[in-house]
T-cell receptor, first 115, second 112 residues
């Protein structure tokens, strides 16, 4: 069965701290895609990153970085020097049957960044 | 590119009533998806269209739910004989094939 687990329900940090959001997935597909989405209080899911199963290169985009490790089925997300505007719910997601729009989402991690 | 728009933003209805939601995808996107999100959970896939064809439906989509996408443009999701368990945020998303999803702001349904 396919599954995404985000074990951290809520994380609270003080501004400028670094924070890592964990994501562990299960799949039998040999080709799959992993995603991170951000859901601010407004409710709209905002795409952050997509990774395919053949690309284990880590990626950095500004203050955001992602660590993909197939050996441990993990796709973790780190925010460096967090800011209050980073406060949101973050979802990790896994594609099903190669369909990049048919996703299984984790339960989400609520990040609160305090000033 | 005006993004994915959904209407209405909020809907309050009484149990047993029918409701219909509308989604307007990004114009050039051929794929359109419906998801449902309950409080404290991640979105769950309901169904998707490629152009006007509905290609897949989740087991979550009971017979009371029907979705259409006439002419491959906007889509509607209808729930008949609503139940309290239908209360959720209904999210629409669109994409080009094999590309990332763009989500709308959702329709929050409350069934009293």
């Amino acid at each position: 069965a396919q599954k995404v687990t985000q074990a951290q329900t809520e994380i609270s940090v003080v501004e400028k701290e670094d924070v890592t959001l964990d994501c562990v997935y299960e799949t039998r597909d040999t080709t799959y895609y992993l995603f991170w989405y951000k859901q601010p209080p407004s409710g709209e899911l905002v795409f952050l990153i997509r990774r395919n199963s053949f690309d284990e290169q880590n990626e950095i985009s500004g203050r955001y970085s992602w660590n993909f490790q197939k050996s441990t089925s993990s796709f973790n997300f780190t925010i460096t020097a967090s800011q209050v505007v980073d406060s949101a719910v973050y979802f990790c997601a896994l594609s099903q049957s190669g369909n990049t729009g048919k996703l299984i989402f984790g339960q989400g991690t609520t990040l609160q960044v305090k000033p | 590119d005006t993004g994915v728009s959904q209407d209405p933003r909020h809907k309050i209805t009484k149990r047993g009533q029918n409701v219909t939601f509308r989604c307007d995808p990004i114009s050039e996107h051929n794929r359109l998806y419906w998801y449902r999100q309950t409080l404290g959970q991640g979105p769950e896939f309901l169904t998707y269209f490629q152009n006007e064809a509905q290609l897949e439906k989740s087991r979550l989509l009971s017979d009371r739910f029907s979705a259409e996408r006439p002419k491959g443009s906007f889509s509607t999701l209808e729930i008949q004989r609503t139940e309290q368990g239908d209360s959720a945020m209904y999210l629409c998303a669109s994409s080009l094939a094999l590309e990332k999803l763009f989500f709308g702001s959702g329709t929050q349904l409350s069934v009293l």
